[in-house]
């Protein structure tokens, strides 16, 4: 898969992402099952994919500092969703970090995916 293709592959993951992500949070509580299984399905994806990205490229010509770091900060963002949003999914109120960190992080999320994929 070349590079333009994986920038847009990401990119489409992305849209998704966040379509799904307001058609979840529109659809109130509790969460729409449906809704949530195809927002997490593609969050999953979005994460291997930048993953299996950023092994091929190791295994090609191998990583520089900046790669490293800047995958690490992209992962490191990724586990900052995985855990807001699991912890929304709780029936039990959370307190109003949890939930403003699910709603900036997405954003951060696609800017440090996009920096990443730009240095690879």
């Known amino acids: 898969m070349n590079t333009q293709s994986r920038v847009v ?10 379509l799904s992500g307001f058609w979840l949070s529109s659809s109130g509580n509790p969460y729409n099952a449906a809704a949530s299984t195809i927002h997490k399905l593609l969050g999953v994806g979005a994460g291997v994919f930048l993953v299996v990205t950023i092994v091929q ?3 090609a010509g191998g990583l ?5 770091v800047a995958g690490v ?38 800017l440090s995916s996009a920096a990443t994929l730009y240095l690879l």
Do not use: C, K, W
């Open 9 to 18: 592959g990401a990119g489409l993951l992305f849209v998704f992402i966040f």
């Open 57 to 59: 490229v190791n295994q």
């Open 73 to 110: 900060a992209t992962g490191l963002l990724f586990l900052s969703l995985v855990a807001s949003g699991g912890l929304l999914m709780i029936d039990r109120q959370m307190p109003a970090v949890v939930q403003r960190v699910h709603h900036i992080a997405p954003y951060l999320t696609v």
């Open 64 to 68: 520089s500092g900046i790669e490293i």
